[in-house]
């Protein structure tokens, strides 16, 4: 069945440093694939996405590309911030306009 | 810029109190959703409404209901609150299109029962 696997966390890092964080994906056909980030006590918000194979979504630094030799659609940023402290969420859109989440991966970034 | 409301940030209620949770959109979403959001658990789907009157169970619907009466708002009823429903409560919409579907999220309801 569908699914979405992240990278467990928490994932801590110092400031300045690269991030990755794993997803990868089950699904039929071609999902559109997305990353949300929930700041601490808020919502979630759309972070990034991709439609089709090879896209790059980017935003705020981060960016993911769409693989689908791999399934995959890893976030990363070049140099990540105190503020970027956070919990990521992978996701892929399924049947019935739901999506399919991720367990969520907590970053904490140290100055 | 779209916006999801909910009614509370904060919300404390008694065992076997019945709760309401609102929420409310602003960009003419056909879908919207409520989710619970636990730690270790991720999220998970409570119910879902494709359209006024409309709703479909998710993955954990025991113990609450829904009712979608205008397009913009959602409620979600807890008939007769446990403490088991302590958790943060995330309301979301989306459009109803083929796909790229994404959910707008509100902030969030923490409700706290005792």
């Known amino acids: 069945g569908n699914s979405v696997t992240q990278m467990e966390g928490p994932v801590t890092l110092s400031e300045e440093a690269f991030l990755t964080i794993n997803c990868t994906y089950t699904?039929?056909?071609?999902?559109?694939l997305f990353w949300y980030v929930q700041y601490p006590g808020e919502g979630l918000q759309l972070l990034l996405k991709a439609t089709k194979a090879d896209d790059k979504g980017s935003n705020k630094g981060f960016e993911a590309t769409y693989r689908k030799e791999t399934t995959s659609f890893h976030l990363e940023k070049g140099s990540v911030q105190v503020s970027d402290s956070a919990v990521y969420f992978c996701?892929?859109?399924?049947?019935?306009?739901?999506?399919?989440w991720g367990a969520g991966t907590k970053l904490i970034i140290k100055p | 810029d779209v916006k999801v409301t909910q009614s509370s940030r904060y919300l404390v209620k008694r065992t076997g109190e019945k709760v309401f949770l609102e929420c409310v959109q602003d960009m003419d979403h056909e879908n919207m959703f409520w989710y619970r959001q636990d730690p270790g658990l991720g999220l998970r789907l409570i119910y879902f409404?494709?359209?006024?009157?409309?709703?479909e169970k998710g993955d954990i619907p025991e113990g609450y209901s829904v009712s979608r009466e205008k397009k913009e708002r959602f409620s979600l009823i807890l008939e007769s609150a446990s403490t088991n429903q302590t958790s943060m409560y995330l309301c979301?919409?989306?459009?109803?299109?083929?796909?790229?579907?994404?959910?707008?999220f509100g902030p969030g309801t923490r409700l706290t029962v005792t």
């Open positions: 409404s494709y359209d006024v009157k409309m709703k």
């Open positions: 699904a039929t056909g071609y999902p559109s």
């Open positions: 996701a892929h859109d399924g049947s019935n306009y739901q999506l399919i």
């Open positions: 979301a919409s989306s459009r109803r299109i083929v796909q790229g579907y994404e959910q707008y």
